[in-house]
């Protein structure tokens, strides 16, 4: 399996919730709403999911092992941080 592709869909300042993000695998599968999240240590990488009738959220889709739930949140945070780079150098560039 590749992750041939990260596009950070949305960035957020207030609360937790720090980015939306959609992950293609191998050119063929994508993967929508993975949420990068700040926890209490560090950032985090949150699997779409959905409320079920008990009211629990329940991923809808997500990595089988450790190693590719590893993979994912490399993958996908480095993006990140290469997006805030980006935005940071764009944003200094305006102002001089």
Known sequence: MEITDVKIRKIMSDGRLRAVVSVTIDDMFAVHDIKVVQGDERLFVAMPSRKDENGVFRDIVHP???SARKLFE????????RHLAVMETEEKEEIA
Request: charged content about 25%.
């Open 64 to 66: 089988i092992s450790a």
């Open 74 to 81: 490399e993958t996908i945070l480095e993006a990140y941080d």
